[in-house]
């Protein structure tokens, strides 16, 4: 029996930064939706069956998209095994509830969490992360920051002080996918939940309960999508591909 892949899709996000309109994950990107262009990605993947694992994605997303994303699943990726689950009210809470779909899987098979919001990775990316997982218990995709770094203190009247510029070659920027071993993300969430504990990426739980974390190599397009300025640069990266599509409504 091969080892098994889970791709954990957290697609519940409010998006408040997007502003009104469509969710952010429906905005089109040059003739796509942003979840699909994630999903496609993903799948290139899966459907290559990349070191000989058998794929499936958890899609976490919300009441008002879960019909919408079945049908859009059935209709582009009827190949490909898809388990769907509703969000919580944060981040931890949705990879968790997404977690908690997973029955069926060894103490050694691999928990791959990517955003939804991050339509633009690429499948360098995402087989580099599973392969860091043959050497390494926590891999994440990252790159290197680019511009100076200032550490600051705010005053109580809001005034920002700057304290000190470290050095930026000891940062990264850290992305998504993000890669565990199904037991290790599978005890982090739990010790996250039982203890109450938030946090905006899964590789910080990770060190906060002890797991050393390695980072594999990541693109600066591999961006969030976030606000509106965000889907014009997303844009623009997918004409340079050659992947723009008819526009449609």
Do not use: W
């Not at 029955?103 to 050694?108: C, E, G, P, S, V």
């Not at 690429?122 to 860091?132: N, P, Q, R, S, V």
């Amino acid at each position: 029996m091969n080892r098994k892949c889970y791709f954990l899709i957290p697609a519940a996000g409010s998006g408040t930064r997007m502003g009104a309109g469509q969710p952010k994950l429906m905005r089109n990107v040059e003739g796509r939706p942003v979840i699909l262009r994630t999903l496609t990605a993903i799948a290139n993947v899966c459907r290559n069956n990349y070191a000989g694992f058998d794929y499936k994605i958890i899609l976490v997303t919300t009441n008002d998209l879960i019909d919408t994303l079945k049908a859009m699943c059935s209709e582009y990726f009827p190949d490909i095994p898809f388990i769907f689950t509703l969000g919580g009210n944060t981040r931890t809470e949705s990879v968790s509830k997404g977690l908690n779909m997973i029955n069926d899987a060894q103490d050694d098979d691999l928990v791959l969490v990517h955003d939804g919001a991050r339509c633009l990775v690429t499948t360098e990316e995402i087989t580099a992360c599973i392969d860091g997982l043959s050497s390494h218990t926590v891999c994440a995709s990252a790159v290197p920051v680019k511009n100076t770094l200032k550490e600051v203190e705010i005053s109580s009247s809001g005034e920002v002080k700057v304290t000190d510029t470290p050095d930026r070659t000891r940062f990264y920027e850290i992305l998504t996918p993000q890669g565990f071993k199904f037991k290790d993300i599978e005890i982090c969430y739990m010790r996250a939940m039982d203890e109450g504990v938030t946090a905006t990426d899964d590789t910080a739980l990770a060190t906060q309960y002890g797991l050393d974390v390695y980072l594999t190599k990541g693109m600066y397009s591999n961006l969030k999508i976030t606000t509106p300025e965000d889907i014009a640069f997303a844009s623009e990266i997918v004409r340079s591909r050659g992947e723009s599509e008819p526009f449609t409504d």
